[in-house]
């Protein structure tokens, strides 16, 4: 090898080391961001099924029997109206749809 192929090798590997190392880099935010994606969709699946819990939990107009109006005791002295109107502040299942 004479000196020009000798300085072009030289020259050649530099870079290619260089390469290297910026696919190293490239390589590691990858798998950062593979694992901050992988973090990211768990949550997201955990936030997901929380709202599923949640809804299940919900309450709606058609859930109550609002039919029955009053409230007594057994010996029947103490009868009285029930207030329903905080049912009516409840969401309607129609209302969702």
Do not use: H
């Not at 950062?32 to 973090?39: A, C, T």
């Not at 955990?46 to 109006?69: A, N, R, S």
């Amino acid at each position: 090898m004479n000196i020009t192929e000798s300085i072009k090798f030289d020259k050649l590997k530099e870079e290619n080391e260089e390469l290297k190392n910026k696919i190293s880099e490239k390589d590691k935010e990858i798998e950062f961001l593979k694992n901050n994606w992988i973090i990211k969709r768990d949550n997201f699946i955990e936030l997901e099924d929380e709202i599923v819990k949640l809804k299940q939990q919900q309450l709606y107009k058609e859930d109550f029997d609002l039919t029955c109006y009053a409230e007594c005791n057994c010996d029947g002295e103490g009868c009285g109206l029930i207030d329903n109107s905080k049912y009516e502040l409840l969401p309607s299942k129609e209302e969702l749809k």
